[in-house]
């Protein structure tokens, strides 16, 4: 009873979706291939910021995952098609069409337009987990840098840092990167990028030579550099990998089936305090890999797909539950039934005689002896009556004789019947 009882509290729903703790889970260090420049974009939005002079408030900015290389633009809104002339303009008109873009799951980047357009592209978009700002840790790492350097130069109203942004873009991408051991606009366009102190070195041209000679030396070194950069990367994903490994904390114990609560943290000003942070229940449906399981909400028939760390056991006693439903649900039949059988008694309809069958065949074979007996009787007094009814009497005639058979039986009755007692006389 204890374990049932414990079991049945632990199957609250106010209290699964307020109280639950997850486990923190820190799952080992997984690197991804970075293909070719140009395959692989990560994509995401930077706001709120100031609004400048020009009326721009946030900053689009994509990183290749193979060079390291940034582009960047601020505008005055990010809405969907903002984003799309974004993709086409800076990306796909300089640097062509890529094959994989990795965008969060925020509406503007998720909605028809970019979807259409990343269609007509042959490209597929990839879009982490939700909460799970680590999967986007490329451009996010950016933000962080250009929002470093542009604090250094930005005026005290903040209103000019848009100014600023393509120039730590330059500087960003001229710079050595500590990953790859090359800048990314040499491992993009073949050339390292002039800082202002060597322009005042040099007096002239450097290289003179023929164009074919030329191209030969930059595909040649492209070719040596990209192979270089990419050892240097697994070397260097390696590296981070060793030290990552040290706080890996394994809690994922689901399985396919399991009754969990989801973590939805809510949205809005002034209802974040006390709300509920967990929704569900809902059932693991399958492994997504990389510690991510796709689950099936109870309550609103949604799949989503979340980290085993927004994912905490529901303990939810569902066969108890489903013998509790049985058993209410034949007690409710078997009332249904006693009622009914109660209005029938009373209103006592006609029963056809193919339906007498127990309680009703008993009563007619009664009702059969009772008539057996009454023609029993009054066979009797025709037969007594026979005598008086032979003097010229109708009676006696064979064939009728059933006609005497109420005068005599009425006729017995009266001679059976008592006379009234006489009133007294008054004197």
């Not at 606009?185 to 390292?192: I, K, W």
């Not at 009755?413 to 006489?422: F, L």
């Amino acid at each position: 009873m204890r374990a049932w009882v414990r079991r049945w509290v632990q199957s609250c729903r106010d209290c699964g979706t307020r109280k639950a703790r997850a486990k923190e889970v820190i799952p080992p260090l997984r690197s991804q291939g970075v293909g070719d420049a140009g395959d692989r974009w990560a994509l995401d939005v930077a706001s709120p910021l100031p609004v400048t002079d020009k009326g721009n408030r946030y900053v689009v900015a994509a990183v290749d995952y193979a060079t390291r290389y940034a582009v960047v633009a601020a505008v005055p809104s990010h809405r969907a098609p903002d984003i799309a002339n974004f993709i086409v303009e800076k990306l796909v008109m300089v640097y062509g069409p890529m094959r994989e873009l990795v965008m969060d799951g925020a509406p503007e980047l998720n909605g028809a337009v970019v979807e259409a357009l990343v269609n007509a592209l042959q490209a597929k978009q990839l879009t982490p987990v939700p909460y799970r700002p680590a999967l986007l840790g490329l451009v996010e790492r950016f933000h962080r840098t250009w929002k470093d350097m542009v604090a250094l130069f930005v005026s005290e109203a903040q209103s000019d840092w848009d100014r600023w942004l393509p120039c730590v873009a330059y500087a960003c991408n001229g710079a050595r990167h500590s990953g790859t051991g090359y800048s990314p606009n040499e491992l993009m366009m073949g050339r390292r990028l002039r800082t202002p102190n060597e322009l005042l070195r040099m007096s002239g041209v450097t290289q003179v030579g023929v164009f074919a000679d030329y191209h030969r030396a930059l595909v040649k070194k492209m070719a040596l550099a990209t192979e270089a950069a990419k050892k240097a990367l697994s070397k260097d994903q390696a590296r981070r990998a060793r030290y990552y490994d040290r706080q890996v904390r394994r809690h994922s114990e689901f399985q396919v089936g399991d009754k969990v609560w989801v973590l939805r943290p809510p949205k809005g000003k002034g209802i974040t305090k006390l709300a509920h942070k967990w929704v569900g229940p809902a059932r693991i449906e399958a492994d997504a890999g990389f510690d991510n399981w796709e689950v099936l909400r109870d309550d609103t028939d949604e799949r989503v797909i979340a980290h085993c760390s927004f994912l905490v056991k529901c303990s939810c006693p569902s066969r108890s539950l489903g013998v509790i439903a049985e058993r209410v649900l034949r007690d409710l039949v078997e009332e249904a039934t006693a009622a009914e059988g109660v209005d029938t008694n009373r209103e006592a309809p006609d029963v056809p005689a193919s339906a007498n069958t127990g309680p009703a065949r008993a009563r007619d074979r009664a009702a059969g002896e009772r008539t057996e007996e009454s023609a029993t009787v009054a066979a009797g007094s025709d037969s007594r009556a026979a005598p008086m009814a032979g003097r010229g009497s109708v009676a006696a005639t064979p064939g009728i004789a059933t006609t005497a058979e109420p005068v005599v039986a009425g006729g017995s009755s009266q001679q059976a019947s008592k006379p009234p007692p006489a009133k007294p006389q008054r004197r």
